[in-house]
């Protein structure tokens, strides 16, 4: 089976990374070495599809079928590293390696006037693939926490890959700082684990009762979870640390496409989804999740209402879309917690299942919109909104595409991101009606969840209409991009059309995320799975679908009605309490000024403090020890004249100073 053979897809782009850093320039061949990468990535895919069919028959590597090889071994402790294949592991494969392949070939035009800088491009767009794939094969966290990290810092070059611009280098600086505060809560949580749990194998952690079992109290269980999340709060761009996101836009668009769809905000949605059998141990954590996921869904959209570069707002939506996943995966896990002390098992998979469909789905309408968005600044030269319009006359493709990938964001029947949002509100919805204590709560999430979508349809066209229709208002004589870049965008369009259907195909993707939860919550758990015709016919004869649908409908209105009929001045809201509201949502909610404030304040009055410590107190004690121990060198060097008497004279003195001392304090015996 090509399922053993799994381990060779982060090697294939690592062969890539390798070719172009080392081999001599004469070989590069063409753009760079572009073609290593696009045969590199190519093989990967096709190795990730034949491994993807392997687990659609059936077949996984998981706990002691994974091959591991041992690579550090301390007395009892052992560290393996090892690849680790469920239907999860199976989705990001076909994520990542699709996206990947199409962000390379589409690389091939959009960074064509690049120069010399493009071999580095390729080599680290390579390994950024590479390692992605070696975060998700992982078989233990520790072996997921090295390649996490070093998604990070792929991320961290590609944002600032150009770094001759200022605000590249402040963006990439930004990044890496901020997800660090994440990465050092989830090796937190990784460090409590393992005292109380004594592994990091996903074999034994993801036993039945893994936490309970291990001694470690509930409080202590939930603090290792949150502080688990806390890496995917990082990585993921979720509030409160969402704000280096949208900055990290200075990169080339293709890099915002692959960190956006395929790698960097992905792994956080994959660290709680591969950690799902130890968070239904803890409810409290999985509230937190979903509260955490709805505010920054919230937040996110309110900020893309008012963004004028077309990259922030996709980055916007991207951080609201991830959002729902959060919110689904935490809504989902409340639901299986109150069924599994129920006995019960309907729809137990819903929340879980809808947070990964939405994440497939959004992979591949985020990378289409994100392509679509480079192919218009590679036309016009600029970011700015404003200084667009009319371009759907001459690049028919891209107007067509981004069009469709508009459509499948905002939740518009039949495309795909329709069907993944309507389940991620219905699992949220289904959360109120079975989360106890926190029913409350979910049902606040759900009108959140609702008003979002409205937000989503309207910021998402508003882009729309202003980029393609009306007058254009750049002086560029725009066309459309090259073979390479808009055949990555059709063949993008037509997943984000169809993907949605994946919910019907065979089993239904639903079923086959069951299969996986089944396999790792504990075997006291009986998934249903969930029939495809019945959900269809759920879904449209339920309530909840119709108050998406109508709210999204109304938003899209909305942006036509203001953005391509004209109806409403947008000039008027800049006035009175719309005009300050706006200014708020501009400004991010002076999040990012707060971080600035802050780190300027309080971090760098803390180190001129450490400065002042460290010159005056340290270096002054040890300078001062230093400079008596010069002094006293040179008063002693003073008494070594060379003359006996003296000596002798300082025996006699010492020898009487010694016996005034013992009479004094009684010592001795006389």
């Not at 194998?201 to 893994?210: C, Q, Y």
């Not at 459509?407 to 949002?421: E, T, Y």
């Not at 249903?528 to 938003?555: Q, R």
């Not at 004690?621 to 002798?648: C, D, E, H, P």
Request: aromatic share 12%; glycine share 10%.
């Amino acid at each position: 089976m090509m399922i053993d053979y799994a381990w060779l897809i982060p090697v294939f782009p690592i062969i890539g990374f390798l070719i172009i850093s080392l081999v001599p320039k004469k070989w590069l061949i063409w753009e760079g070495g572009a073609p290593y990468i696009i045969g590199m990535s190519t093989a990967s895919f096709v190795l990730s599809i034949l491994v993807i069919i392997d687990v659609l028959n059936g077949h996984t590597l998981t706990g002691p079928d994974s091959p591991r090889m041992t690579w550090l071994s301390a007395g009892s402790f052992e560290l393996t590293f090892g690849i680790w294949i469920d239907q999860l592991t199976a989705v990001m494969l076909l994520v990542v390696s699709l996206v990947g392949t199409l962000v390379v070939i589409y690389s091939v035009g959009y960074m064509h006037g690049e120069g010399e800088t493009k071999r580095r491009y390729y080599a680290e767009i390579a390994l950024f693939i590479g390692v992605m794939f070696g975060l998700v094969l992982a078989d233990n966290f520790v072996e997921m926490f090295i390649f996490w990290e070093l998604v990070g810092l792929c991320s961290y070059l590609l944002i600032g890959f150009w770094k001759h611009k200022p605000s590249a280098a402040s963006a990439a600086k930004r990044a890496f700082i901020v997800t660090r505060v994440g990465d050092i809560m989830l090796l937190s949580g990784l460090i409590i684990l393992l005292r109380y749990v004594g592994t990091l194998d996903f074999s034994e952690l993801f036993a039945e009762g893994s936490l309970e079992g291990s001694g470690m109290s509930s409080g202590m269980a939930t603090l290792s979870m949150i502080l688990l999340f806390g890496g995917a709060i990082g990585k993921s761009a979720q509030f409160p640390l969402h704000e280096w996101l949208p900055d990290a836009m200075e990169g080339p668009t293709t890099v915002s496409a692959l960190i956006h769809a395929a790698t960097m905000v992905k792994a956080g949605v994959y660290l709680v989804a591969r950690s799902y059998p130890m968070l239904v141990q803890t409810p409290d954590a999985l509230a937190f999740i979903a509260i955490i996921g709805g505010i920054t869904a919230l937040i996110a959209a309110t900020n893309a209402l008012v963004a004028v570069d077309i990259k922030r707002v996709l980055a916007y939506s991207t951080i609201s879309q991830l959002g729902y996943m959060m919110l689904a995966l935490g809504a989902g896990g409340l639901i299986i917690t109150g069924l599994m002390h129920d006995g019960g098992h309907d729809g137990l998979g819903a929340g879980y299942s809808s947070g990964i469909f939405h994440m497939m789905n959004h992979a591949f309408f985020k990378a289409l919109l994100f392509l679509a968005a480079g192919s218009v600044i590679h036309a016009v030269g600029t970011n700015d909104m404003l200084k667009m319009g009319g371009l759907g006359k001459t690049m028919k493709i891209t107007s067509i595409t981004m069009l469709i990938g508009s459509l499948s964001i905002a939740g518009i029947p039949p495309f795909s991101g329709f069907w993944s949002k309507d389940e991620v509100l219905a699992s949220t919805f289904h959360a109120f009606e079975d989360a106890g204590s926190y029913s409350t709560v979910f049902l606040i999430l759900w009108i959140m969840g609702v008003a979002t979508a409205f937000m989503t349809a309207f910021y998402m066209f508003r882009m729309w209409f202003m980029t393609f229709t009306g007058k254009q208002r750049s002086d560029a004589h725009a066309h459309e991009s090259p073979v390479s870049m808009t055949v990555p965008l059709m063949i993008l369009a037509s997943l984000a059309a169809v993907s949605g259907f994946a919910f019907f195909i065979g089993r239904g993707f639903f079923s086959f995320m069951s299969d996986s939860i089944s396999s790792t919550i504990g075997s006291s758990v009986a998934v249903e799975a969930i029939h495809p015709l019945e959900s269809l016919g759920e879904i449209f004869t339920s309530p909840l679908t119709y108050a998406s649908l109508i709210v999204s409908a109304v938003g899209l209105f909305t942006a036509y009605s203001i953005y391509y009929k004209g109806a409403f001045s947008v000039s008027r809201l800049a006035s009175g309490v719309t005009g300050k509201l706006q200014k708020l949502l501009a400004e991010r909610y002076y999040i990012s000024w707060f971080y600035d404030a802050f780190a300027y304040n309080i971090i760098y009055g803390i180190s001129l403090v450490a400065d002042i410590f460290d010159r005056y107190v340290i270096d002054g004690a040890i300078n001062g020890m230093a400079w008596l121990s010069s002094k006293s060198g040179a008063f002693i060097r003073r008494s070594q004249t060379g003359q006996v008497q003296n000596y002798v004279a300082a025996i006699v003195i010492g020898g009487c100073l010694l016996l005034l001392f013992l009479i004094v304090f009684e010592w001795g015996e006389w």
